[in-house]
């Protein structure tokens, strides 16, 4: 059980890797029982953004790229990096959601903010609803992206979590949120009586 | 739209940051349309598992702790890193919840394989469901862990989500699928009548 519930204080810290897509911070740490750790690695990265879009009649927008850490083609909400001391995150993800997608929200509804890796990374995920998104523009792909756009019924969007076929956990994430806001998932722990189950 | 739904060709490849807690491999990489990029980093990271144990009295098994990377204290299910190398992941799953909580689990149900960062690590996830899981032993932490053990009843657990208290992706996307497969959670898309949406 803990005892102290502190942080951990920080007592030096250096950037060991600095790479524009990567840089880490080594720190030298104590910890609340004492304890000194000379080389806690964390990585200092951009804060994130995903978007749960969905158009007038109820298709969802998805994208499906390949991604070069897992070196296959995966399906995902849009979304993308984003400098929070240049950018708000809801703005981020209007401009992410377009340059992906070629798809414009009017307004966003914020569904909650999460954790990707939280013991090794900075880094906090804006999670957002955009109804009624209407393709205006095209495209504007970063270098290394070559999206390929998918419009799902939002009905299939459940399924294709439960079957595997999208299977990354902020974009698991986002969809459960948004799927709960829109009342298309409900809850029987404490909604129903317990007796009954 | 995609016109080559081929993986990226790794030209080459070398080690840019070694440290028993962080590998980054930097590749140089020719893109389907012929370009070369000649820096992609990525993490070499080992693969994880994220369990969600429950007793036979309906209480789920709970690990709250500091995460250094976001500086806060955080609820998840139990998990952990392993090699597969050297370990299978449903032997990881039963080694992490036992070091984590003194709990016991005697099967699991796998409950899928889900990515955390597939653009940047290498790492896999998997997410096993663990009933009936009884107290046998005590934790058995490593020098950075310090783990509040907290058991909630299984109704209360999807509440954790939508306000909040729990927020990291990869517990969200465990307990999604394992509240699923427990029927705890339905799905009104497909299987009820679209018109009375």
Known sequence: MIV???????????????????????????????????????????????????????????????????????????????????????????????????????????????????SKDTSKTYLYLAENVEKTGEQQLDITEDIEIILADIREIYPKIINGEIRVCNSISGIFYALDHLGYIQHSGVKTNWNDQ
């Open 4 to 118: 102290n519930r502190q942080p951990w204080k920080v007592l030096d810290s250096e950037i060991v890797f600095d790479h524009p897509w990567y840089k880490l911070r080594q720190d030298r740490v104590q910890l609340p029982n004492g304890r000194i750790i000379d080389d806690y690695v964390v990585e200092e990265k951009k804060d994130i953004v995903f978007i749960f879009p969905v158009t007038a009649d109820h298709k969802v927008v998805l994208v499906n790229q390949y991604k070069h850490g897992c070196r296959e083609f995966l399906l995902e909400i849009p979304g993308g990096v984003f400098d929070p001391a240049h950018e708000q995150p809801e703005a981020a993800a209007k401009r992410e959601l377009m340059e992906e997608t070629g798809f414009r929200a009017e307004a966003l509804i914020p569904l909650g903010m999460v954790y990707d890796d939280p």
